[in-house]
């Protein structure tokens, strides 16, 4: 099991930017992708982002495409979600999440198997 702590959520305008982060313990970092996922009231879950074992691989949702940058330290264990022109329609908590297998990418939720206790991103004028 890995623990995972996020931070830098808060409130922004529109067109603003933000940046999440999220440090993991607990096991071996490197071999696992991690994810972005969020969470709007009244909705469920969804993914916003991943990124494989060695930060060769990434991939985001659509709606996010062009904006938001997911990227890793395996040095440092942590993980980081770049967020650019931010819209309300981002506005959610934010988790972080560890895959449950190594050297796997799948995206979907269930196969994520660790997760932060979320942050607040918040973007209205």
């Known amino acids: 099991q890995v623990q995972l702590v996020e931070s830098g959520g808060g409130w922004v305008q529109p067109g603003g930017s933000l940046t999440l982060s999220c440090a993991a313990s607990g096991r071996t970092f490197r071999a696992y992708a991690m994810g972005w996922f969020r969470q709007a009231p009244g909705k469920e879950r969804e993914f916003v982002a991943r990124?494989?074992?060695?930060?060769?691989?990434?991939d985001s949702t659509n709606s996010v495409k062009g904006r938001f940058t997911i990227s890793r330290d395996n040095a440092k264990n942590t993980v980081s979600l770049q967020m650019n022109s931010l819209k309300p329609e981002d506005t959610a908590v934010y988790y972080c999440a560890a895959h449950r297998r190594k050297w796997e990418f799948s995206k979907s939720a269930s196969d994520f198997g660790s997760w932060g206790q979320g942050t607040q991103v918040t973007v209205s004028s």
């Open positions: 990124i494989d074992w060695s930060s060769g691989n990434t």
